[in-house]
């Protein structure tokens, strides 16, 4: 291994910091707020990352619902102290930042605006790696002249890479498919943590055979292998890993940057990152640590959770189980949910388990444990079936498709095209039901994604309704308190 390491031409892995997205999203339920950040942005502007993730996932959606946050907001005010460093962001493809497929119009607004507000990179993945639902970002990533990174969805159906659906071939094909799509480097997403370190080997140096394009890994430390798969990867040639601050790593986020960066240290793949400037930004992240406290998990003595590397569920789909068998009163039938998921999967075209497929599956799962199976119908899965989400990695059960779509208000016969050549235009209907609330392009592409909790916001944000004091941040409750 030190012969791999040492010898042939130096070439640095480059470093992508999850800290400000991904980082907080995994472990403080997506909590972090704008103003934590600030105190270390130049910083971290200056250590020389390949990128920060600092938008996308989760954050639109908690901003506005849970810290009285304007989204859009951030990325600009971020801009002001990063100045050198990209900024990228995690889009679901034609679901944008939301749990459903948007009409064309909503996806072409969204990306023109992100790009508006400062985003560099987009990493685009479809929760059923259909590349049909990359087209209309894609278009305008171009447009904008902005870098298109083209995400696989990393999945299985086997304990390792391999069997009749996530083989080798599957990988390549979709590889082939993003290149041809334009994009600038590709990603392997493996959102539940479960890509084993000679699997990824495996993976990336084939890869490298049928591509010139910058490889990207993104991985989580679920199951306890994330750190074991980033040195196999990087002996494979990988270009870039993502990687959080240690404060913010490991449990079911990314690997730390400070161990890696040791560990590469003298070899042809030494990142050139500092690792004593690195431990000095996590020391802000530990004062603020109390104000998150009460988010991160606390229920396990283990910061890995080894029953992922047996059932492959992501992390936060088992908390969402959990949540809502508490609420049938059905807690003591996790078990049993855990062995329907992969026939409810199966059933749905072996998806893999991801915003929002992981949530689709999963409810589906838990109705088919505690009603019977397919005795009771959620209708987001239907819509899966019924194809609104794409074509699914294999196929569906004509029978299975009979029983799901009996009462679909949509059809019984399930639909092949593009899902978004089936959607109407959204905005201008959307536009005429906010009427003036919404001030500017922003504000009516925040209704367009959340019209609920979207609506509620505005009315915040223009002091229509006060804000709770539960969504303010400490101090202005504080505050308003003392009035």
Not at 94 to 99: D, E, I, R, S, T
Not at 250 to 263: D, K, Q, S
Not at 471 to 477: E, Q
Request: aromatic share 8%.
């Amino acid at each position: 291994m030190a012969d791999i390491m040492r010898e042939g031409p130096v070439n640095p892995v480059k470093i992508q910091d999850n800290t400000f997205r991904d980082g907080h999203q995994s472990i403080y339920a997506t909590r972090m707020r704008t103003e934590d950040m600030l105190p270390i942005a130049e910083q971290m502007d200056e250590m020389g990352f390949w990128a920060m993730e600092v938008w996308g996932g989760a954050t639109f959606d908690t901003m506005h619902r849970f810290l009285g946050e304007d989204p859009w907001e951030r990325p600009k005010v971020l801009k002001k102290y990063i100045k050198k460093t990209p900024f990228t962001m995690l889009l679901r493809g034609q679901n944008l930042v939301g749990y459903r497929n948007y009409a064309d119009d909503v996806v072409r607004a969204f990306v023109d605006m992100s790009c508006e507000v400062g985003i560099d990179i987009f990493r685009v993945f479809d929760a059923v790696n259909d590349i049909r639902n990359f087209e209309t970002c894609v278009e305008r990533i171009k447009a904008n002249k902005k870098h298109f990174e083209g995400v696989i969805c990393y999945s299985l159906t086997e304990p390792h890479l391999g069997g009749d659906v996530f083989n080798m071939e599957y990988y390549i094909k979709m590889a082939r498919s993003l290149e041809a799509m334009g994009a600038d480097s590709i990603c392997i997403k493996d959102m539940a943590g479960i890509v084993a370190p000679y699997d990824i080997f495996d993976l990336v140096t084939e890869l490298k055979k049928i591509t010139k394009l910058p490889l990207h890994l993104h991985t989580h430390y679920t199951s306890g292998m994330a750190s074991m798969s980033y040195i196999k990867a990087i002996e494979a040639g990988i270009d870039i890993v993502d990687t959080c601050l240690a404060p913010y790593a490991l449990r079911t986020a990314m690997p730390a940057v400070e161990p890696l960066v040791v560990t590469l240290q003298g070899t042809k793949r030494d990142t050139g990152l500092d690792v004593r400037k690195l431990i000095k930004l996590g020391e802000h992240l530990e004062k603020i640590a109390p104000k998150y406290q009460k988010h991160l998990a606390a229920n396990k003595l283990s910061l890995i959770d080894a029953g992922v590397l047996a059932h492959q569920i992501p992390g936060g789909m088992i908390s969402n189980l959990v949540s809502q068998l508490r609420e049938m009163n059905a807690l003591d039938r996790l078990n049993e949910v855990y062995e329907e998921i992969p026939r409810t999967r199966r059933d749905a075209g072996t998806p893999p388990l991801v915003t929002p497929t992981s949530q689709i599956v999963g409810v589906q799962a838990v109705m088919n444990v505690v009603a019977g199976r397919y005795k009771m119908i959620n209708n987001q899965f239907a819509d899966l079936v019924y194809g609104l989400y794409g074509k699914t990695p294999t196929p569906i059960d004509p029978e299975i498709a009979k029983v799901v779509l009996k009462r679909h208000k949509r059809g019984q016969t399930p639909v092949t095209g593009r899902p978004a050549d089936y959607l109407e235009p959204e905005l201008a209907e959307d536009k005429k039901k906010i009427g003036d609330l919404a001030k500017t392009e922003e504000d009516l592409l925040t209704y367009a994604l959340y019209p609920s909790t979207g609506e509620q916001f505005l009315k915040w944000k223009y002091g229509i309704e006060p804000m709770p004091d539960s969504i303010k941040p400490p101090m202005a409750a504080e505050e308003t308190k003392g009035k």
